[in-house]
């Protein structure tokens, strides 16, 4: 098991993130992403939203954020998940759950930094968990979607058992 924050995991680390999930690794990675790097005084981070003015960027971030579940998604990952740490059962049943998977597992968790991004009112009547509608977790050309999902609604996902779909050559 090994915690991180989307700093590390999406910025420098990114590449042992991605080889990590090539090789399905028996892992558990909780990655807290509050969008900012909150420990150098809110400047942008990887998965910082388009426009949005931080310390680095004070006219707007001019950067497309990375997103982890469709990255998660096409390096291979067999479990993938989203949650909120403002939905506390979802968050930890979701942890259960990568916990007992076996192979190489994302937990990317919406965690605001109350201090340079407070985005709890943002999050709050925007996510939904999507395996709480009909949807089956493991059809990847399905998945790919929800990880682009983004706006007035947010997904809080779970993707289990996920195999990259076949290569035409």
């Known amino acids: 098991m090994v915690t991180g924050g989307d700093g ?14 090539r090789r399905n690794m028996d892992l558990t990675y909780i ?27 004070p006219e707007g971030n001019i950067e497309t ?4 579940l469709a990255l998660a998604l096409v390096s291979g990952a067999t479990f993938i998940g989203r949650g909120y740490s403002g939905e506390i059962n979802h968050l930890t049943d ?16 919406f965690s605001p930094c109350v201090t340079y991004m407070n985005m709890y009112q943002f999050f709050k009547p925007r996510v939904y968990n999507v395996n709480e509608t009909e949807y089956d977790s493991s059809d990847w050309h399905k998945a790919m979607p929800k990880t682009y999902e983004w706006g007035e609604k947010i997904p809080l996902v779970c993707f289990i058992a996920l195999k990259l779909p076949p290569t035409t050559s």
């Open 31 to 57: 990655v807290m992403n509050n969008m900012t790097y909150g420990l150098t005084t809110g400047q942008a981070s990887p998965t910082t939203p388009k426009t949005t003015a931080t310390k680095s960027t």
């Open 8 to 21: 590390d995991g999406y910025g420098i680390g990114i590449g042992h993130f991605i080889h990590a999930m």
């Open 65 to 68: 954020p990375i997103n982890p």
């Open 94 to 109: 979701l942890i259960a759950q990568a916990i007992e998977h076996k192979g190489f597992a994302l937990v990317d968790v």
